[in-house]
Structure formats: structure tokens, C-alpha cells
């Protein structure tokens, strides 16, 4: 490139024969000394060996010579300037190319390299060629490396050492050699030749920029060093890294033709600090709506508090896309969990709150918090009040004493969002998480909506694979992941690990598979989906205790559960985050659909129950639930005695009043008692009575008492005492028998046979 012949560019300086009134003896500023009106300085016509030239007398410690027009100092180009002398008498003096360099109206740039090393005259008559390279960048042979600030130079040269010299010069040249340090053709500029120096503390950001417009489509190349940015900037060009960057926490970075984990771990030389600076501009720019890892494996050693890391907002409610890699946790102590323990007062008044916490500024946000009595599972601190000495939880407590001592467990997650107040749409997809034992996985915002984690893979998280501390749950989206606990070979009653949990509604869980957890979810609010997922739980325990893979902690459940495969596990619906557990008025258990799913077991203990509903209050009843063509099985070991259960461990479920309650269509294999509602029997009575008592104990759900008959229909004639066939038609009434799980079934006369009777334990 030369710039002289592509675009037209002056560079040479007039001939000293022209006049020395554009000479200066100064800095060569407008205004300043010229050699026209010097007595020591004339010029010379015909030398033998320059032609016209000029000849001064030295009689200063530095004598100066400065052309005062304005060479241009262009970014990327190279000049060379060069003199020629020769002393004829006198002492013999140094030479040395010298330049002034400025910017705008005669303003001077200081703390620049203004001369070039110098040249000693050896012997009368001899000629001295002095040269020197002046350029933006800081490249190997650049005598004055001045960056990007000067825009042009007055240049010339210095004679220094003794006066007396009788010094001859011919005319100062300036080429461009850009040549010397670009091939001709080339595809990049270089940042050096603008400007970047590369030491690690001085800011080149602005010769960065001037690169990447000076670019215009090429590449951008940053060679080896350290390159301190000291603000935002925005590559347009594609970058090639062969150094790094650095750059303060709150400065971003837009490589706007490699927005992914290849490029940032180029540009910063670290993958951790690449993904941190690629987050930070994902939730800070329009251009991109996802931020690749490549399918790179990322090791943390800490936790990534993903709003620290974006630092300059906290809601956010456009979609983005975090995919494609795995990250491992490498042991040490950033994993451990943060351990509180307080006192506290809670009252009804106020079930959301603990009171009277002392330090309560030492409690993290997000702590899970357990007690002795009264709290539900997956209660978490969504806020700190410090100085009320109060704290705010996810789900209000279920009649706790007044005054009791609560721990407090800050889990450590590898993508932590809970510094966001709102996170809208943001999706996590197909990731691996390496948890290792070492920690948990992700952590929800506080607040949000529609955060979707779709195609990962789980493995190993010490506490929580999916965490939500409030209501950032709100319509969350898991689909089709793996979780594969850290707990494999660890018999079920002393696992704690868990998969996900709900506080919010409109959740869809689907196309899961779980192993091994101590649950699979624990859901809190309603309206929620969980369809298609397959969650393990057994050991190798003969006739082992199992935990619930699904708890549902609110009566008002308005949940669909379908096409799902439980496994070794079984569904637990409590109402364990009312803070007024027992039931004064409303709904109680309902809006629950369970429809075709595969319940099996082996193994297990006998009395364990598929479905198992468990009241922490008095008064509650069934009021809406179907279970309606799933598969319930039992292999190796006793038969299960039934599917569904009623722990009475706190209180009794009212099952007079159970209501809604669709039992039908399912298929039972290894299972003892076999659960209907509507129930079928057939009844046979083989000595003729006027009320026959059919006995429905063995088929009524949950052991609700037979309210009515639907039909009675005989199989066969019905006799008398005679043996006379009768035809007229029974009547029925329910609630008979000790728990009002029989029916009675009238004749017109004593009579004996058989009949099929279909009957209803609810209203």
C-alpha cells in the first residue's frame, strides 16, 4: 500500500530552493523563526555533490530544522524520512531526524518520542544519510511510534554536539513505506498500526476503533500482548486474537461477527472470562438473540452470578438464548453452602414473614429454610429487611410456634439468576451441567416469566438441580432434560436432592427423565402441566421405603399429570404452605387430573401408595380428582395392598364429603385392592334375605364410604324362598356398615342370586 499513488497523498516537502521562509528554526508551528532571515544559514547553488542545497553555521546546542507545512500522520501508514549532509569545516557535529507532532489548530501532542537516535559525522566531506520510520503503531524499526493522536507532523532534523560547524543539507524527503510492514494486498489491518500498544494499563480503545472502521470488512488483527480496553467497544469486522484483552468488569465488548464463546475466549484468552464478557453482552445489544458455547466444556470455579456479570440492569424481558456446551465444577470452597441459624417469630397474621431475626443482613437471598415444626418443603428467603430484622419467604409457613430457631441454607448454583428482580424469556438449551457433588445447577430470578430449560443434561447436583426462591417460575418451561443424581448408591430415606420446584403457575414439565432424586418436583401454586417424564427412585432396599417423585404442596392443585412414568416413587398432594392448615371454607383437594401414566414398583414395602394424599389440617376432603386409564404394577416381593392412601400421620381427610372423584379405567397388576369410583361388583347372595348387604370396601378410593347405587342389574333370576323368579326392582341406600362402606340392597321379599351393582362414593 502507498498511499502517495493510490490516493493522491503529498508528502515531500519543497525543495530548499524554493525559499527558506517554510523553513523554521523552531518547532515549525506557524509564527516561528524561519531560516529565511537567519545570518548564519544560505543557500547554496551547483554543490558538487547535492546540487542547490542549504548551509548553516551550527551555532546553537541543538540547531532545528522544520518544514512548516503539515505532514499527514495517517493511522496505518508509515513514513520515512530521510536528509543527507556533509561538514565541510569546523568541529564535526551529530545529526538526527526530528519531528513535531500536533493535532487540530497548531495544538501540540506531549509525551510523545520526537527524534530519532543520532548519526556523528566522521570526517570533513563525507555524506551522512540519516533516516528514521514515524508511525502510528509500535512496530519493530518505527522510529517515532506516536499512535493515534498527532494527525500530522513538522519534520525535519536536528544538528547537536559542538558549534562551529560549516553543515551542508541537501533536501528532506518523506516516502511512504507502509510497504515495508503490510503486504501489498492485504486482507487485515493491524491495531498496532493505529495506535495499540499493548503493555496491559494504557487505554487503546481508540486505536481499536480506528481499526475496526479503517477495516471495512477485512479482518481486524490484535497481536500478541495485552490490550487494556478501558471502555465499551464495538468490533463491526471480523477479529482475529492472537493477543488478549482486558477490560473492567463494567466495559462491554461486541464482536459483532463471532458472537460466541470462540470469540470471546479468543479476545480474552480464558473461557470463563470470554462466557462472563459474552453474557454481559447479550442482555446489552439488539443484534443477537442467543450467545453460543460452541460445545465448549467450561470449568467454574465459582459460582456465576449472571446480574453481577451483566451489572448495569436487573429486569429484562426480551428472549435470550444461552446454549451449546457443558460446564463442570471444579472442587474447592466457592461451592460450599452459606449456614444460618436464628431465631425467629411468625405469626399468622403475617405467614409470608419471620420476625425478630437478629443480623438479619447476614441471611443471602434465596436461602432454603427448615425448622423443627411448620415448615413446608422448598421454603426459600425471597427478601431481607435488616433493618426491621425481618424475612420475607417464597410460601408462608403452616402454623409454626410463635417463636422457634430456623436454619437457613444458601445453596451455591453454577448459573445463578437470582440478582434479577425480573427475567422474562430466557432460555437455557442444550447444556450440560457437571455438578459433581460439588454444587447445584440454576437458580431462577426472584420474579419473571416463561424462563425455559430445554435438551440438558443434570448430572451429580449436590442439592438442587433447578432452583426458583419466588416467583421467577412463573410459565417455566423443562423439557426434555436428564437428571442423574449425585446419590445413586445412596438409599433412598437418606437422599435430599431434588430435581425442580414450582411456587408459581402455568408450568409445563415435559419429557423429563430423573434418577435416583429424593423428589422429582415439588410443585407450589396451580395451572401447572407436567406430561411425558420418567422419574426412578428405588434402591436396592427389599421391600424399601420410596419418597414421593412429585409432591404437590397445595390443595388447589389445577394440574394435569399424564402419559408419565413413576417409578419406584409415588405422588404425595399436600397442603403443607397453608398458613391456616386446617379447612374453614373453599375448595379443599381438588382440580387434580392424573391420566394415563405407569406407576410401577418393586421391592417396595407393601403399604406403600401410589397416590397418597396427606392433610396438615383438619376437615379437608376430596372435592375434584381424577384418576382415570393408568397402570399401576407391583413386581418381586409382596403385592401392593392398594394405589391410594390417606396419611392420617397429621390429620384425617373427611371422606363423607368427597365429591368428584372419577376413579375408572385403570389396570392393576400385583395389586391387591383394586380402586374404582364408580365401583363395579357383582354381588351374590346365596341364601334368600330381603336386604342383601354388598360389601364395597375392597374397590372404593381411599376407603371413602359408598354413598349411592348407580344400577342394580341381576345376573340371572332373582328367587324367592319358593325358588319363584321375581321381577320387581330393588331399592338401595349407602353408608351402611361400620365405615359406611357398604350398600344395602332392598327386595320386595326375601330373595336370592346375583346382580351387578354400580355405585359412587362422592356427591
Not at 500500500?1 to 521562509?21: E, K, R
Not at 518523506?174 to 501489498?184: G, P, Q
Not at 400385583?670 to 365401583?679: F, K, Q, S
Request: aromatic share 10%; net charge negative.
Amino acid at each position: 500500500m502507498n498511499q502517495v499513488i493510490t490516493d493522491g497523498l503529498i508528502l515531500m516537502p519543497p525543495q530548499f530552493s524554493d525559499g527558506l521562509a517554510v523553513w523554521s528554526r523552531q518547532d515549525g508551528r506557524p509564527g516561528s523563526d524561519t531560516w529565511a532571515t537567519a545570518p548564519n544559514a544560505a543557500l547554496v547553488a551547483a554543490d558538487s555533490d547535492f546540487g542547490d542545497c542549504l548551509e548553516i553555521l551550527k551555532t546553537e546546542a541543538t540547531t532545528r530544522l522544520r518544514y512548516m507545512g503539515e505532514t499527514p500522520i495517517i493511522p496505518g501508514t508509515y513514513l520515512r524520512v530521510s536528509a543527507r549532509i556533509k561538514v565541510l569545516s569546523g568541529n564535526l557535529p551529530s545529526v538526527r531526524i526530528a519531528a513535531w507532532p500536533g493535532q487540530g489548530s497548531n495544538v501540540y501532542v506531549s509525551g510523545l518520542t520526537e527524534s530519532a537516535g543520532s548519526t556523528s559525522v566522521a570526517a570533513y566531506g563525507s555524506i551522512v544519510t540519516v533516516t528514521a520510520i514515524l508511525g502510528t503503531g509500535q512496530r519493530g524499526g518505527v522510529d517515532l511510534a506516536w499512535g493515534a493522536d498527532p494527525t500530522y507532523a513538522h519534520v525535519g532534523l536536528d544538528l547537536t554536539g559542538p558549534n562551529g560547524g560549516q553543515v551542508r543539507i541537501e533536501s528532506i524527503t518523506v516516502e511512504d513505506v507502509t510497504s515495508i510492514f503490510h503486504r501489498k494486498l492485504m486482507d487485515w489491518v493491524d491495531v498496532r498500526d493505529y495506535g495499540a500498544v499493548g503493555d496491559g494499563t494504557t487505554d487503546d480503545r481508540a486505536a481499536f476503533a480506528a481499526a475496526d472502521i479503517a477495516a471495512d470488512g477485512r479482518e481486524v488483527l490484535v497481536p500478541e500482548g495485552d490490550f487494556y480496553i478501558g471502555s465499551n467497544l464495538t468490533f463491526t469486522n471480523p477479529v482475529r486474537f492472537e493477543g488478549k484483552l482486558v477490560m473492567p468488569a463494567a466495559a462491554r465488548l461486541s464482536l459483532n461477527e463471532s458472537f460466541d464463546l470462540d470469540g470471546y475466549a479468543e479476545a480474552f484468552g480464558d473461557e470463563v472470562e470470554g462466557l462472563k464478557k459474552g453474557i454481559q453482552q447479550l442482555f446489552n445489544q439488539s443484534e443477537f438473540e442467543a450467545f453460543d458455547l460452541c460445545g465448549r466444556r467450561l470449568t467454574l470455579t465459582e459460582p456465576l452470578d449472571i446480574q453481577a456479570i451483566v451489572g448495569n440492569r436487573n429486569t429484562y424481558a426480551n428472549r435470550r438464548v444461552l446454549r451449546n456446551g457443558q460446564f463442570v465444577a471444579a472442587s474447592g470452597s466457592a461451592w460450599n453452602d452459606d449456614v444460618n441459624t436464628r431465631a425467629g417469630q411468625w405469626s399468622a397474621s403475617a405467614p409470608f414473614e419471620i420476625s425478630g431475626v437478629s443480623n438479619a443482613a447476614s441471611i443471602p437471598v434465596g436461602s432454603l429454610v427448615t425448622g423443627p415444626q411448620g415448615v413446608g418443603r422448598e421454603v426459600y428467603v425471597r427478601a431481607v429487611n435488616a433493618a426491621q430484622s425481618k424475612v420475607f419467604l417464597s410460601s408462608p409457613l403452616v402454623a409454626p410456634p410463635a417463636s422457634q430457631t430456623y436454619t437457613f441454607t444458601r445453596f451455591k448454583y453454577m448459573l445463578d439468576f437470582i440478582g434479577w428482580q425480573n427475567l422474562q424469556r430466557f432460555v437455557v438449551s442444550d447444556i450440560e451441567f457437571l455438578c459433581g457433588g460439588q454444587c447445584s445447577a440454576i437458580n431462577l430470578s426472584l420474579d419473571g416469566l416463561v424462563f425455559q430449560i430445554q435438551d440438558c443434561f443434570f448430572t451429580g447436583p449436590k442439592d438442587r438441580a433447578i432452583t426458583s426462591a419466588d416467583e421467577g417460575c412463573q410459565g417455566m418451561q423443562i423439557d426434555r432434560c436428564q437428571f442423574l443424581s449425585n446419590e445413586q448408591a445412596t438409599n433412598v430415606p437418606q437422599r435430599k436432592s431434588i430435581c425442580f420446584n414450582i411456587n408459581s403457575s402455568d408450568c409445563k414439565i415435559r419429557d423429563n427423565r430423573a434418577n435416583k432424586f429424593l423428589h422429582f418436583g415439588v410443585i407450589s401454586g396451580s395451572g401447572n402441566i407436567i406430561t411425558g417424564n420418567h422419574f426412578f427412585q428405588g434402591d436396592s432396599v427389599v421391600e424399601g421405603v420410596r419418597s414421593p417423585g412429585l409432591v404437590i404442596a397445595d390443595a388447589n392443585a389445577k394440574m394435569t399429570f399424564s402419559n408419565n412414568y413413576v417409578d419406584n416413587c409415588y405422588i404425595e398432594w399436600t397442603n403443607e404452605k397453608d398458613p391456616t392448615p386446617d379447612f374453614t371454607g373453599g375448595l379443599s383437594f381438588h382440580g387434580l387430573t392424573i391420566q394415563g401414566n405407569i406407576f410401577f414398583a418393586t421391592n417396595t414395602a407393601p403399604w406403600m401408595r401410589f397416590i397418597s394424599i396427606k392433610p396438615f389440617g383438619t376437615d379437608h376432603f376430596i372435592n375434584g380428582l381424577s384418576i382415570t386409564g393408568n397402570l399401576f404394577k407391583k413386581t418381586n416381593g409382596a403385592q401392593l395392598e392398594q394405589v391410594e392412601g390417606v396419611d392420617n400421620s397429621i390429620a384425617n381427610l373427611d371422606l363423607n364429603r368427597t365429591a368428584d372423584l372419577q376413579f375408572d379405567s385403570n389396570t392393576y397388576h400385583g395389586i391387591v385392592r383394586r380402586a374404582e369410583n364408580p365401583a363395579y361388583i357383582r354381588a351374590v347372595q346365596n341364601t334368600a334375605t330381603q336386604t342383601w348387604v354388598v360389601d364395597m370396601s375392597d374397590v372404593t378410593p381411599f376407603g371413602a364410604p359408598v354413598k349411592y347405587a348407580l344400577s342394580v342389574m341381576p345376573d340371572g333370576p332373582v328367587r324367592s324362598t319358593s325358588n319363584v323368579a321375581i321381577y320387581t326392582a330393588p331399592w338401595t341406600q349407602g353408608f351402611q356398615g361400620a365405615n359406611g362402606t357398604s350398600l344395602h340392597v332392598g327386595w320386595s321379599q326375601p330373595v336370592r342370586g346375583a346382580a351387578y351393582v354400580t355405585a359412587r362414593c362422592d356427591n
